[in-house]
């Protein structure tokens, strides 16, 4: 009977052991996860900015004919019409309608100077290098960009409905 006793002592020692080290490795568990939390939250967070660069200057008019500008998903400049894109390209990324490619790139020291859309076309005068760039092969355009390498000129509006920005082409 004393050996029964015994047995049931050390059983009841062995759950009581039992109930201690997984109460203490339980504790032991929630003070670290909640302390690798608070280390967690201590840490600076990073920022990235997804806003416009107050700096930016407003889109020009230039910009809006154009319908495209250069720029990095920070540099959208204030004003900028609700409905263009962002295109990321590296060095080449811009802000541009819909539609509108801007992968062409003109000479460094190029102006806007006139272009065409759907209803007609704004022809300038140039006194350098006129470019008019080609709509790709197999590509469907609905507008083009002229650049001048040098002074552009006054323009006129040829096309089917009046344009109040420019007088109409003779």
């Known amino acids: 009977m004393r050996l029964f006793q015994t047995n049931k002592f050390l059983k009841i020692f062995i759950v009581v052991l039992l109930i201690i080290l997984m109460t203490g490795g339980y ?3 929630k003070n670290n996860f909640n ?4 280390l967690i939250s201590d840490s600076p967070t990073p920022t990235v900015s997804n806003t416009v660069d107050s700096n930016a200057p407003y889109i020009s008019e230039a910009d809006i ?3 495209w500008y250069w720029g990095d998903k920070n540099q959208k400049k204030p004003g900028t019409p609700d409905n263009w ?3 990321e390209a590296g060095r080449s990324s811009s802000w541009h309608k819909v539609g509108v490619d801007s992968s062409f790139s003109p000479e ?3 102006a806007y100077c006139g272009g065409w859309d759907s209803s007609g076309e704004i022809v300038c005068s140039c006194k350098g290098k006129l470019t008019k760039p080609t709509c790709p092969q197999g590509v469907v355009c609905d507008s083009g960009d002229y650049f001048c390498q040098g002074i552009c000129g006054s323009c006129c509006y040829k096309g089917v409905f ?3 920005a420019y007088p109409k082409c003779r």
């Open 27 to 29: 504790f032991f568990y």
């Open 35 to 38: 302390r690798e939390k608070e």
């Open 65 to 67: 004919s154009r319908g």
């Open 85 to 87: 894109i962002y295109t």
């Open 108 to 110: 460094p020291d190029s």
């Open 162 to 164: 009046d344009n109040p």
